[in-house]
């Protein structure tokens, strides 16, 4: 396989009041296109940051980060806004969905970015919304939705726009085991389907077990990295 | 357009601030419109006013009266066309609060010049046939039901020659006056009957109107008038009916400058309060804010949509309060002849909403266009 995402040296630290806290430090890391990964660790260990480096929404104080062959630290913010658009599908934890949009404009959000028409951006919407199991919720609002709902329509939106990489930061936290257990199945389907490069980031194990390579990192350095038969 | 959803979602994501917002600026707007209606409508009642009809009052005041001889001399001035002797005083119909203004005049020949009333024919003949009949504006004979061929009486401190203060007119008719400073409640009578009437003053007027052959001669005219009587125990002042408007106006101040400054202050507060509710907007709406960047929207499109968030609720509030004020003008012109709202106002308050709306959005938009992604997902 061909990698996708590179992570070569990387650190990044924030700053706390006075204090410089070190969250990655010369962190090195190779994910291959159509991999699933779960990344683990305690809080505060830099999953998220690391995570965020990944799709783009942060960038490295020292280091390389290169995605879908992007050196991402080069781009422009602009630039980066762009990349983001083509290339990664976000999945949170809260689902981060529009509340006064119903599922079926929160799914179009993505497409308004490009040059589709309305009936193209209709088709593809529907097609979302069919692939996550939601065709007949597409008019209703977050509010008027399960949370396990909720997060098949965010799943839906990361999709619509077909990018190559899946970034999901603890993206069954906030659900019950059943409805979790539903939606990593799907994450799952995606990968082994559909192609698409996923990095979970999780406290739970059995989370981590759908994925088929799981990495544990603490104080900002890979402590493992390991490859598992997916449940 | 496809941004519209967007867009409305983000404008109605709190309905009653909205709808709170969007009232706020709706009355401002329609308080902007009334009041550069007024101020407009004044100027226009200002410029309305004939500038060749003088009035030849004394120089001491308004009231202080003048030798009735005085107006062949008057009339004998080069560029005078008619010279119209008025008297006036005050009285009340049957409560001390119904005031009506008394004006005596000479309806001789070709004195309709020299006045801005316009009267029915067959009213001018019954006035000048009867010497106690009285001319009552259109507007006071509806305000107490009064009756062409009444007996008006009314009560003044201006006696008559038996001692009585009480005044009997017949309502003869009534007339219209297209001078918008004069007040609606007035009647006419004829000056030969108050003079011989009244107990005091007899053979004076408080000021002769004179109409002027060239209108384009009036200022000279007045100035000639002045100075003919200079020196004399009489020493009149001649003005002509635009600049006593212009003096009334300027006895109650700037109104201009009053009015701009209310209209400032209006503004200023309303960009204080929808900056306020727009900051306070932006600040709840970081999270989503920021996944719309996470999506790929960029630094100027997550700026532009605060941008036209803002002008959509701004410039729509503004022209409903102002389409408020147009329809409000019509009715308001009805007591107030002259008064309307030029286009320019709408356009002016159309183009300070989207200056409300720039500036209140200003801060939260640069904020937003400037949000750090991963900080404020971490905020959720």
């Keep these: 396989m061909t990698s996708s995402i590179s992570l070569q040296d990387v650190s990044k630290h924030y700053t706390r009041g006075a204090a410089r806290v070190a969250v990655l430090e010369h962190f090195n890391l190779e994910i291959s296109a159509g991999e699933f990964v779960a990344i683990m660790g305690p809080s505060g260990s830099g999953k998220t940051t690391l995570l965020n480096l990944i799709g783009g929404l942060d960038r490295p104080d020292a280091g390389e980060v290169l995605v879908a062959g992007e050196r991402l630290g080069r781009l422009s913010s602009s630039a980066l806004s762009r990349w983001r658009a083509r290339h990664v599908g976000f999945i949170f934890q809260f689902y981060n969905l529009m509340p006064t949009m119903s599922a079926e404009r929160n799914t179009e959000l993505p497409l308004l970015l490009t040059s589709l028409s309305k009936s193209e951006r209709g088709r593809k919407v529907a097609a979302a919304l069919e692939l996550v199991g939601l065709s007949d919720r597409g008019k209703h609002k977050p509010g008027e939705l399960s949370g396990g709902q909720q997060q098949r329509v965010a799943i839906a939106r990361a999709l619509i726009a077909d990018p190559t990489i899946l970034v999901c930061d603890e993206p069954t936290g906030d659900l019950d085991r059943h409805t979790a257990e539903e939606i990593l199945a799907l994450l799952q389907t995606l990968n082994q389907h559909y192609a698409k490069t996923i990095i979970l980031v999780t406290h739970d194990p059995k989370a981590a077990g759908y994925a088929a390579r799981q990495l544990h990192i603490d104080k900002g350095q890979l402590i493992d990295d390991s490859a598992k038969v997916a449940v | 357009m496809k941004y519209l959803p967007l867009l409305w979602s983000g404008i109605w994501r709190k309905p009653g601030r909205t709808i709170l917002i969007f009232l706020q600026i709706a009355v401002a707007f329609s308080l902007f419109g009334v009041l550069q209606g007024l101020a407009t409508g004044v100027q226009h009642a200002v410029r309305l006013a004939r500038a060749d009809l003088l009035l030849v009052h004394s120089r001491l005041n308004l009231w202080e009266p003048l030798p009735l001889g005085m107006l062949a001399e008057i009339q004998s001035l080069p560029g005078v066309h008619v010279v119209v002797p008025v008297s006036m005083f005050f009285a009340n119909y049957r409560m001390p609060t119904q005031h009506v203004g008394v004006v005596a005049i000479q309806s001789d020949k070709g004195w309709e010049s020299a006045f801005t009333y316009h009267i029915a024919a ?19 004979a509806k305000k107490y039901g009064w009756k062409i061929g009444e007996r008006i009486t009314l009560i003044s401190d201006t006696k008559r020659t038996n001692g009585s203060t009480s005044w009997a007119f017949d309502l003869v008719g009534t007339y219209t006056d297209s001078d918008v400073g004069s007040g609606s409640d007035v009647i006419l009578i004829n000056y030969a009957y108050f003079n011989e009437a009244r107990a005091s003053d007899k053979g004076t007027v408080n000021h002769f109107n004179v109409s002027v052959s060239d209108p384009k001669q009036a200022a000279a005219v007045a100035e000639e008038i002045d100075h003919r009587f200079a020196n004399s125990p009489n020493e009149t002042e001649t003005d002509s009916l635009r600049a006593l408007a212009q003096m009334e106006l300027q006895s109650i101040g700037n109104l201009n400058f009053v009015i701009r400054a209310i209209i400032s ?17 932006f600040r709840e709406r970081r999270p989503e804010l920021a996944v719309l960047k996470t999506l790929g929207f960029t630094d100027l499109a997550v700026f532009l949509l605060i941008l036209f968030e803002a002008l959509v609720v701004c410039v729509t509030a503004a022209a409903c309060g102002l389409a408020l004020a147009t329809l409000v003008f019509p009715m308001a012109s009805r007591f107030v002849p002259g008064l309307s709202m030029p286009p320019i106002i709408v356009e002016v308050g159309l183009a300070s909403a989207v200056a409300v709306a720039l500036i209140s959005a200003a801060v939260p938009a640069v904020a937003a266009a400037r949000l750090e992604v991963a900080a404020a997902l971490a905020d959720r």
């Design chain 2, 122 to 140: 067959k009213y001018l003949a019954a006035l000048r046939k009867s010497r106690i009949g009285a001319l009552a504006r259109v507007e006071l």
């Design chain 2, 265 to 281: 202050a209006v503004l200023v507060a309303l960009l204080f309060a929808t900056a306020t509710t727009m900051i306070q907007s």
